[in-house]
Each structure stands twice: as structure tokens, then as C-alpha cells.
């Protein structure tokens, strides 16, 4: 298995910062890495795929990178509505297809 | 548009089975694989399962090996996931996702269905 290690677990910002989250995988994934949001009671979105591909519709501060093991994304002049909970996952090998623990950021 | 609605909230007692709908619409409906993922109180996101939705074939977690059964009925679109020996651990909100990838290429899940929260308890 593949295993998806995120961090930090929690994360405090203000409101027009920057933060990065970041995701190591077990073995190396090439950019096979998508990350999510999730808010309360609500399913998970879909943010970015292939480690850096915005999905439509996602604003353009939210980007990613990184290839082989580790992968980072940063969201640039946070918005209160970004304040949620990010899921990393890897999609390299479906058995299974491993989430990382998830970070929440919170406002400051 | 695309969408995934699932069944209601259901509560079972331990040793029990469930079974989650996940009706789809808006798109090909056996163009696009059909994952389970669930999501335990305050927890994060774990992956359960896929089925092709064209074939019927289905690839499980091998934590769920032996427990779970995913099938589909591509005449009314949806997708059935039913867990059985139902234990405590098992109270969770379950999803349904679709794969983006055309024709089970593995890929992300770009459109999950609202999820349908299981409660185990005696």
C-alpha cells in the first residue's frame, strides 16, 4: 500500500495569507496526487489533480506541486471561505487508494 | 449537470448489513466508475471500493474484503454498496464518488454524492 502522510495536522491563518500543506508519499507517485476540501457536513471537493491541474471552477489561489514523493498546496490570499479541512490523496495504484490524514486550517 | 444522490440515514444494529443507493445523472452513466468512500466521526476519508459500472466488475479494499458487495443497475443509473457483519466501528458517512477518468482509468474523484451517514448501535 501507499501511504499518504500529511502535514501539519492543524494549521492557524489570517485572512489574505498564504499557507502550505504539505504530502509525502510512501513510494514514488510520479504526479499522480489530487487534493481536496472539505467543509462541515459537506463532501469532499475536488481542488487539483495531477499535482498541479486546477480543476475547473477552483480558484486560482489554490495551486500545487511536487512530483516523485512529495507534494505541497499552498493557497495564497486566504479567503474565509477556505477555511476547511485538505485532504491529499494518491491515485497511482488503486489498491487502495489512500487519503492522507487531512489538515484543518483554522483563522487565526 | 452531474449529479450523485444517495440514499437516507439508517440505523442498524451490529451483526446487521446496509445497503447505500447512489443514483446518478447528468452524464454517461457507464462511462465513469463508481467509487465508496467513507468518513467515521471526526475522522478522515477512507477508500472502500470501485465498480465499473459498465462491466459490473468490482475491485474492494482488502480491509473490506469479504464484507462488502458493489454492484450497479445501469437501467435506473445506480449504484448499491452493502456492507454486511456490521460492527460499531462501522458508523460512518458513506459517499459515493466518481472517478473522472473515462472508462476506469484511475484518476480522482471529481463528483460525490451528499453521503449517508450509517449508525451501528445495539
Known amino acids: 500500500d501507499i501511504q499518504m502522510t500529511q502535514s501539519p495536522s492543524t494549521l492557524s491563518a489570517s485572512v489574505g495569507g498564504r499557507v502550505t500543506i504539505t504530502c509525502r508519499a510512501s513510494?514514488?507517485?510520479?504526479?499522480?496526487v489530487a487534493w481536496y476540501q472539505q467543509k462541515p457536513g459537506e463532501a469532499p471537493k475536488l481542488l487539483i489533480y495531477?499535482?498541479?491541474s486546477l480543476q475547473s471552477g477552483v480558484p486560482s489561489r489554490f495551486s500545487g506541486s511536487g512530483s516523485g514523493t512529495e507534494f505541497t498546496l499552498t493557497i495564497s490570499n486566504l479567503q474565509p471561505d477556505d477555511f476547511a479541512i485538505y485532504y491529499c490523496?494518491?491515485?497511482?495504484?488503486?489498491?487502495?487508494?489512500?487519503f492522507g490524514q487531512g489538515t484543518k486550517l483554522e483563522i487565526k | 449537470q452531474v449529479q450523485l444522490v444517495q440514499s437516507g440515514a439508517e440505523v442498524k444494529k451490529p451483526g446487521a448489513s446496509v445497503k447505500i443507493s447512489c443514483m446518478a445523472s447528468?452524464?454517461?452513466?457507464?462511462?465513469?466508475?463508481i467509487n465508496w468512500v467513507r468518513q467515521a466521526p471526526g475522522q478522515g476519508l477512507e477508500w472502500m471500493g470501485v465498480?465499473?459500472?459498465?462491466?459490473?466488475?468490482?475491485t474492494y479494499a482488502q480491509k473490506f474484503q469479504g464484507r462488502v458487495t458493489m454492484t450497479r443497475d445501469t437501467s435506473t443509473k445506480t449504484v448499491y454498496m452493502q456492507l454486511s457483519s456490521l460492527r460499531s466501528e462501522d458508523t460512518a458517512v458513506y459517499y459515493c464518488?466518481?472517478?473522472?477518468?473515462?472508462?476506469?482509468?484511475?484518476?480522482?474523484?471529481?463528483?460525490w454524492g451528499q453521503g449517508t451517514l450509517v449508525t451501528v448501535s445495539s
Open positions: 464518488a466518481r472517478a473522472s477518468g473515462l472508462f476506469g482509468v484511475i484518476s480522482p474523484f471529481d463528483y
Open positions: 447528468g452524464y454517461s452513466f457507464t462511462t465513469y466508475f
Open positions: 465498480i465499473n459500472t459498465s462491466g459490473g466488475s468490482a
Open positions: 513510494q514514488t507517485i510520479n504526479t499522480w
Open positions: 495531477r499535482a498541479s
Open positions: 490523496q494518491q491515485y497511482d495504484s488503486i489498491s487502495p487508494y489512500n
